[in-house]
């Protein structure tokens, strides 16, 4: 488990630090409209693709009949894509006085890449294959950082950096699908499809859980462009990337634990499944104490030198999103346990009522007390959130256990 853990940190960070590098290109070469523009479709394709995902790795990595339901799971996530990116160019429509039409074409081919990959890598987590996941993620960003830094030194434009990015993508892809289709020897008929449209009965609540996390993350982003403006936004999405570092470590750990959540679920082991659990809690107590700590003391020097002055004026930001550390990463991996143990429904319906509470606090915070009062509103709706899910999850688990 640790050797798959090191592999998986490895991968998610490598995409994480992707998504990050391209915002402090942006900032330090651009202006912090770019940077909000940027990160305002990152907001607005990303509930939208996660939705229509359903979920469908975390089902794939738990799945023990992987390879009798290869060509199913494939024929799902290019026909989710497909929606995806049709639903994305339709709210897009609503921005494109704001965001250029070339821009939204150049993030949506790359959201789909991300997509289609994000399903290969699914398959190979089952397997336990984390090198290669690792080795594919960290070919990106080493790539990214030769090739998009040249670029946007030279050309110093949004529009530049997601045509580098597509370039990198594309290149990985290709060797991507190679690798994958001779392991897994995919192939497509009518059939296929069929079999996937029915597979959307089954993780449509996982769907809908994913959508409303997403949103849960990316909500304030849609407001504050409402509230504020599309500068205050990159500043916001800016300093809310760094204090999510640890979450890398927390969703690698959680990629890692799957497998064994589920070997626990299936034998029955509830010492093993629960003791499992609560090794996770601690590790993400003692992180959050750490990136608290960060945050207090030497936050407003990290943000000058990644961003400069105009970021490290709201440092206080970081300090209230460290805060709400503290509550997520102690129950964020409990959502994926309750896909463990079948619970989609349960998890839903946390989601629900986390976003609901999440909306009110950032209208009625956003109204009274203006874009500045967003840190406090986010750790509020962390614990809310948290609170929620711990709730709904020890109910699941003893329904699964009457």
Avoid at 50 to 73: A, I, P
Wanted: aromatic share 18%; proline share 1%; net charge positive.
């Amino acid at each position: 488990m640790k050797k798959n853990l090191i592999f998986n940190l490895i991968a998610t960070g490598a995409f994480y630090f992707a998504q990050w590098y391209n915002i402090i290109l942006l900032a330090k070469f651009t202006s912090t409209y770019e940077v909000g523009a940027y990160m305002f479709l990152y907001a607005l394709s990303m509930p939208i693709f996660y939705f229509f995902s359903m979920g469908l790795r975390n089902v794939v990595t738990s799945d023990k009949q992987l390879y009798k339901k290869t060509n199913m799971y494939i024929a799902n996530r290019i026909m989710s894509v497909f929606l995806g990116v049709l639903c994305f160019f339709v709210l897009s429509f609503f921005y494109n006085d704001r965001i250029a039409f070339s821009i939204l074409i150049l993030f949506s081919l790359i959201k789909t890449l991300e997509f289609l990959s994000d399903i290969m890598y699914g398959f190979w987590q089952n397997k336990e294959n984390f090198f290669l996941i690792a080795l594919f993620q960290l070919t990106k960003v080493i790539l990214l950082i030769i090739v998009s830094t040249f670029i946007i030194y030279k050309h110093g434009s949004l529009e530049s950096l997601l045509i580098s990015n597509l370039v990198i993508y594309s290149s990985i892809f290709v060797l991507e699908i190679k690798i994958f289709n001779k392991e897994f020897k995919v192939s497509f008929n009518f059939i296929y499809l069929l079999k996937s449209i029915k597979l959307y009965k089954t993780v449509l609540p996982l769907g809908f859980s994913f959508l409303l996390i997403n949103m849960i993350n990316n909500l304030p982003r849609f407001l504050l462009e409402r509230f504020s403006d599309l500068k205050f936004v990159g500043i916001f999405s800016a300093i809310f990337f760094i204090t999510m570092i640890g979450t890398v470590f927390m969703s690698s750990l959680t990629q890692v634990a799957i497998p064994k959540l589920r070997d626990f679920y299936n034998i029955s082991d509830r010492s093993g499944f629960l003791g499992l659990l609560i090794k996770m809690a601690m590790l993400g107590l003692a992180l959050a104490s750490m990136m608290f700590f960060i945050s207090i003391f030497f936050g407003k020097d990290i943000l000058n030198f990644l961003y400069g002055p105009e970021y490290s004026k709201h440092y206080t930001l970081m300090i209230y999103f460290s805060l709400g550390l503290f509550f997520t990463y102690s129950t964020s991996f409990l959502s994926n346990a309750m896909i463990v143990i079948n619970q989609y429904q349960l998890q839903m319906i946390s989601q629900i009522i986390s976003i609901i509470i999440l909306l009110i606090s950032l209208l009625l915070g956003l109204s009274f007390y203006g874009a500045e009062s967003i840190g406090k509103i986010i750790a509020f709706s962390d614990f809310i959130r948290s609170l929620s899910l711990s709730i709904l999850f020890v109910v699941g688990y003893k329904l699964v256990h009457r």
